[in-house]
């Protein structure tokens, strides 16, 4: 099936117009030929996904939800800094956490449909027109009922401290991505506190993300309490439910509704996340002492599958895996772009897929773009086929200077010795590890598997960049063009941990956010991805589908795509 995610926004009523722009056909084919193609290696990828669905979980009518009820969630740590646009904040525990507090990757302030259309919630957002495209400007109206989790109303100041705090101006805030709030010229209070006017510097096809505050501007005005303040301290709630207690030393969180919450009550009573190391969530979950398990092995579903009470749901996904390469490990080895063609190519990636997904009941799909997913509208292959092959992994080694001497490949008698880091008992990171130390041992590379610990891994390894190579996964979204860029541009970007950046694809990152047409976007979109893959510092692995064990009666929250939760009405039907 193919997976699409479409921009057509409902706006009280406006539309979005889009302007087309006239772009030249790149490489040797005509841009026919180029559509053709395109669309050839998307209807492969969409068909090798298989027939899943895009939401997965058991849906009710909110009047059929019965009121009650606990839901209990398994995360890997506590936040590191509950501020999620925080260098340490964006991560996937986190946004579990604070989803049905109004903000992380799925702020409530964005509907999102199965199929990918995104629109606004009139529970934040009165209306958003856009009035102008040159200057791209947006006539904004938050809803006036909405507040903070204090009662305080959440007003247009709010959101003109949020954004000068993410927008780059001031580098003292620790951002984790300064996407789209960079391209803001200004916003301007109009007719009250609740209204605004945006005028973008340069146009940003997915304005729809920048219209609510995460945090008030008591948070985002100071930037010690930004970087410091909320290390251990949740921020306020703007959702239906609020953080109730925080046990820091067992590591349990527990929501309930929010008081202050100005619309429909929410159904469930609690929320309860605890913090389970991963090897023990299979156990947990078969034993009932969490009520959703994420399954990314074999062995996983396996114990998932023994409980009697749950069912296992199957959705598409937006999840891919990688190997990152940091261009200043290796002793300077990974510099060499040689190099990092030999390891993309002397690795099996296939092989990587089958030990993980195929285990899963479901097929490999191997992901060889950068921006869009197999299946996704506007997928198409940005290497021209990266397939394994040794020998050709050996010449370009040869070519590098590091000659195969005996099992070991050196070059002016030093010995290519690269490190993996793997958090520590995670079978599929050990998995990927593994696979790539076969085939780069094959190839007389020296690959040393360092084990840490799990909590330690992002902290110590992956955020400061101490490391040669990680596998890791990454967390698309609806607005593919736009949250994926910072992953490789620029070489300072919070997430670009590769220690490099093409200084074509700024400008190419500039072109994709102010383009308005589709069919355009997405062929800049994918000269970008093939920029991006000429350096062959992330090699990406396998698209994984989402794969839950779900305690049986939860309604309305399960394996989903595209589709955001409403946590008003997520409960218990028995």
């Known amino acids: 099936m193919k997976i699409t995610s479409t921009r057509r926004l409902f706006l009280a009523g406006t539309g979005v117009v889009g302007s087309a722009a006239a772009l030249a056909a790149c490489g040797q084919q005509s841009a026919e030929e180029q559509a053709s193609q395109a669309a050839a290696d998307n209807d492969a990828a969409a068909e090798a996904q298989g027939d899943l669905p895009n939401t997965g979980w058991e849906s009710m009518d909110y009047a059929d939800v019965p009121e009650g009820g606990t839901l209990t969630r398994a995360v890997n740590q506590l936040p590191n800094n509950w501020v999620y646009q925080h260098a340490d904040g964006a991560l996937a525990d986190l946004s579990d956490v604070l989803g049905p507090m109004g903000g992380g990757s799925e702020a409530l302030f964005i509907l999102m449909s199965a199929d990918g259309e995104a629109s606004i919630n009139p529970d934040y957002i009165a209306s958003a027109e856009l009035t102008s495209e040159d200057p791209q400007t947006v006539a904004l109206s938050l809803n006036p009922d909405a507040v903070w989790e204090d009662g305080s109303p959440i007003v247009i100041d709010d959101l003109i ?4 705090a993410c927008n780059g101006s001031n580098e003292d805030y620790q951002v984790a991505t300064t996407t789209g709030w960079d391209k803001i010229e200004s916003i301007t209070q109009t007719d009250d506190e609740y209204t605004a006017e945006m005028v973008f510097a340069e146009p940003f096809v997915d304005w729809i993300t920048l219209l609510h505050p995460d945090v008030p501007a008591s948070i985002s005005g100071d930037v010690d309490t930004w970087n410091e303040g909320h290390v251990d301290t949740p921020t306020p ?3 239906p439910f609020k953080v109730d207690s925080l046990d820091q030393t067992g590591g349990v969180v527990t929501l309930v509704p929010n008081e202050n919450w100005w619309g429909r009550a929410p159904k469930l009573e609690s929320i309860v996340y605890r913090v389970v190391e991963q090897t023990t969530q299979p156990q947990s979950f078969a034993n009932g002492e969490i009520d959703i398990l994420n399954i990314g092995t074999g062995d996983v579903l396996s114990q998932a599958e023994g409980r009697s009470d749950a069912t296992i749901q199957r959705t598409n996904g937006l999840t891919w895996t990688h190997l990152t390469l ?3 490990g290796g002793n300077g080895a990974l510099a060499d772009p040689l190099v990092r063609e030999a390891i993309a190519r002397g690795v099996d990636r296939d092989a990587v897929g089958r030990a993980v997904v195929e285990p899963l009941g479901a097929p490999v799909v191997l992901n060889d773009n950068f921006i869009y997913m197999p299946g996704q509208e506007g997928y198409a292959d940005s290497f021209g086929g ?10 370009l080694l040869d070519e590098a200077g590091w000659t195969l001497e005996g099992e070991s490949r050196t070059k002016d008698g030093e010995t290519l010795t690269l490190g993996i880091v793997v958090p520590a008992e995670t079978k599929s990171n050990a998995d990927r590890a593994n696979q790539v130390m076969t085939n780069l041992s094959a190839l007389g590379v020296t690959v040393e598997i360092q084990e840490v610990p799990g909590d330690a891994y992002f902290d110590e390894y992956v955020n400061p960049k101490a490391f040669d190579m990680v596998t890791f996964s990454w967390v698309g979204t609806p607005f593919p063009e736009t949250s994926s860029t910072n992953i490789y541009t620029p070489v300072d970007s919070q997430q670009n941990y590769t220690n490099y950046s093409d200084d074509r694809l700024a400008d190419l990152d500039s072109q994709i956010q102010a383009e308005f ?9 994918n000269e970008f991805s093939t920029v991006q893959a000429e350096s062959y510092t992330v090699i990406p692995f396998y698209a994984t589908p989402e794969v839950w064990g779900v305690k049986e009666g939860i309604v309305n929250f399960g394996a989903h795509l595209f589709e955001y939760p409403d946590w008003t009405q997520v409960g218990i039907s028995s």
């Not at 990266?386 to 010449?395: K, N, R, S």
């Open 517 to 525: 047409d589709d069919a355009a976007r997405q062929e800049l979109a």
């Open 386 to 395: 990266l397939t394994f092959d040794a020998d050709a992994a050996g010449a």
């Open 237 to 239: 709630s703007k959702g």
């Open 326 to 328: 940091n261009v200043e």
């Open 161 to 164: 401290s949020f954004w000068q």
